[in-house]
């Protein structure tokens, strides 16, 4: 069982940065890749990014791609989503997700562990 937490999230202007982070339990944080979704509200959940479990893929949808980037830290077993030059249609609920492979693919139908999510505000 791995549980998800993530933090982070708040309420910023167009333009600011914030840093999302997710702290994982349990001692296999190595063999899952971490991936980052989003839901805004009326929309269905989407797909951000994610990271392969040894931290040397990654992957990002084209609207944050340039803008957004994954990390990790082992020893705190914590992956983070920095996020640059946000605008109000960033605003959603952002989740952070689990899948035990080697591979970077994470996507919606293949997670094992969901975090419950962070509500990042973006006004204009």
């Known amino acids: 069982q791995v549980q998800l937490v993530e933090s982070g999230g708040g309420l910023v202007q167009a333009g600011a940065s914030l840093r999302l982070s997710c702290a994982a339990s349990?001692?296999?944080?190595?063999?899952?890749?971490m991936g980052w979704f989003r839901q805004a509200p009326g929309k269905e959940r989407e797909f951000i990014g994610a990271i392969s479990s040894s931290g040397t893929s990654t992957s990002y949808s084209d609207t944050v791609k340039g803008r957004f980037t994954i990390s990790r830290d082992y020893a705190k077993n914590t992956v983070f989503l920095q996020m640059n030059n946000l605008k109000p249609e960033d605003t959603a609920v952002y989740y952070c997700a689990a899948r035990q492979t080697y591979s970077s693919y994470v996507a919606e139908y293949n997670v094992d562990y969901w975090g419950k999510g962070t509500l990042v505000t973006v006004s204009s």
């Open positions: 349990g001692r296999t944080f190595s063999t899952y890749a």
